[in-house]
């Protein structure tokens, strides 16, 4: 489970460095950090939309039926 979190921290760090590497030139160094940290946000939101979409309709189907299933 270990090399599984490394894997992770390990693609995430390259994916901040990414971002980091692009934003230095144009912006300060302390720009750099929070524009890329926003960046990487926004990036793994956008990858997780899909499965917090399916969560809530399928929470807000459950929400509906549930009347049902008591009685």
Do not use: C, H
């Amino acid at each position: 489970m270990g090399q599984l979190f490394n894997s992770l921290i390990d693609a995430l760090g390259y994916v901040l460095n990414f971002f980091y590497e692009i934003l230095v030139p144009p912006f300060s160094v302390g720009w750099g950090y929070g524009l890329a940290i926003i960046l990487l946000t926004i990036s793994i939101n956008v990858v997780v939309f899909p499965l917090t979409l399916k969560q809530t309709r399928s929470t807000r189907a459950f929400t509906e039926i549930q009347p049902k299933i008591k009685k």
